[in-house]
């Protein structure tokens, strides 16, 4: 035990020193390209196409899990493999919907769809739908499409596919589909794979917004003919068996499949929402791979590599205290900082998650490894004095305040902020819920929360970050809209150069810190458990996890 505490401890300093790399070594995932059909990817490779290149995620120490299959004759693969998802139920298998903003319905996505673009995870970008792509001046783009990809309905994917898929995702007003398609001003089929774009204004990151599996291309004639079952219709290399909303979702290889061929033939991803049960079901073979064993079980697994491989994850996002800005209360400048000065962060990591936590140290709300984060922006402090002193300027007067969260670490950590908060006065009630229900109730058109214990969705380019705090964004929990920085983020969509890119990124960073509507409270190590022989599952930090190519080597 002491020498798995040893090596716990040991991984969670690396967690802490991981940004003072990743601010050294960001890579540039907005440098233009005006024509290419294969950008290169990391050490060289080619990937194949549908097939993403390998990539370590920062801080793992297991990435057998990453590893691609073994190859040979006498190498025997499980024909079905069971995953249990983290702490997110799937509510609908539909990226027009606005309930699906959590990572395991993206995991989802990636197996039941394709995108015009795929992200190496480096600042390039490969060829995926499309064989490849011109634009002269970062606002009209041309997508030149593959003529060999057909839907899981046997439809021949086209141009027309593409055009309606980007007007019906921008109609899903609160979707991240909405999100990443809102910048298309026009869309125009050329001819049956020729695709003409053309943004409202000049965008270097759309290339990033056509690689996210929200961009899933659908089929028009499955969605009109069946509402409910049409949008799991796509191109990728599964397709659904069966689904049951918060429940299981049971996928086949699809044998039709136009990229790289998946070994596993049938996958299931469950939820469960009791920890000790995910355990027990990985101990005696119900499910081989689990994305949320809880932090004191993982020993368990660790102790046990005969069987077992743990594969420790850092979250690229950050566990944060949200405000909404349109509350009376929730939204004064003086309450949120007397919350913020009243909560003790490390305490709270440790009641979360234990050693798979750590304290949030900086005063930037910003992903752990994504680019430009400003280091010099302070936290604030913990000061019960001071926390008193702006409470009592603030409007409020002993009124329950309700914090909505989701999740079991956030529920532990929303229970630890309660009784933090007691102690200077603050009388907060948690309103718990699934994932699904609390992204319905924050949404941007609808908002009915006060404070939220959420998960805040940021990738690794610094451009992503406008889904949390551009008016009207599917991330934007709380109601943030500062013209100023609105303005900004408007004015680097056109912004090449990276010197200047990092400055307006940095200012951003400023502004919101003097207003701030967010507090990060602690960062999620996760411990991924899979069963010995495990591999093939694609794994970068911003959590959009690829679980294509998942095998199971059964003479491991």
Known sequence: MKKNRKVIAIIIAVLLCLPLLASCGSSDTSSGTTS?????????????????????????????M??????????????????????????????????TSNSVSNWAFRLMFDSLTWNNHDGTYVANLATRWDTSDFQTYTFY???????????????????????????????????????????????????????????????????MPMSAILNQRAIEADAEKGPWIGTGAFYVTDFATGDFASFA??????????????????????????????????????????????????????NFSVFPTVFNNPNTLNFNMDDPIAGDYNFRMAVASAIDRAEISIVAAGNWAAPETEGTMWGFESEFRNRNIPIVPYDLDAAR?????????????????????????????????SRIGINIVI???????LAAISSWADNRTQVQMFVSAMQVPASTSRNIYYPG?????????????????????????????????????????????IFNVFWRLNGIVGAKGIGGMFMPADVYYDLRYIYWNLDA
């Open 431 to 437: 309103d718990q819920m699934d994932s699904p229900s």
């Open 66 to 99: 990453q590893a691609a299959a073994p190859v040979g004759d006498d190498v025997r693969y499980a024909s079905h493999i069971d995953m249990i998802n983290d702490n997110n139920p799937i509510a609908v298998l539909n990226p027009f919907s606005s309930a």
């Open 253 to 306: 290889r699809n044998d039709n499949y136009w990229g790289e061929p998946p070994i596993t033939e049938t996958l299931t991803m469950r939820f469960v929402p009791e920890m000790s049960t995910r355990t027990i079901m990985m101990q005696n073979g119900e499910s081989q791979v689990c994305f949320g064993i809880s932090s004191e079980d993982l020993v368990l697994f660790e102790e046990d590599t005969e």
């Open 145 to 211: 499409l593959r003529d060999d990809v057909y839907f899981h309905n046997g439809d021949k994917m086209t141009a027309d596919d593409v055009v309606w898929t980007a007007i019906a995702s921008r109609e899903g007003v609160g979707s991240q589909a909405s999100d990443m398609w809102r910048p298309v001003e026009s869309i125009t089929a050329i001819d049956d794979y020729t695709v003409e774009i053309v943004l409202s204004t000049v965008n270097v990151d759309f290339l990033h917004n056509m690689s």
């Open 389 to 421: 002193a702006y409470l009592e300027a603030s409007p409020y007067n002993g009124e329950e305040i309700v914090l909505s969260t989701a999740i079991i670490t956030n529920v532990k950590a929303s229970e630890a902020i309660q009784d933090q908060l």
């Open 473 to 517: 964004a599917a991330n934007n929990r709380t109601m943030y809209n500062n013209p100023e920085v609105t303005a900004l983020y408007d004015e680097v969509t056109s912004v090449t150069d990276r010197a200047e890119r990092e400055r307006i990124f940095m200012r951003i960073q400023e502004i919101i810190a003097e207003d701030p509507p």
């Open 36 to 64: 290419t059909s294969a950008s290169p990817a990391p050490g060289g490779q080619s990937p194949s196409p549908g097939t993403p290149a390998p990539v370590t995620t920062p801080g793992g120490t297991g990435t057998d």
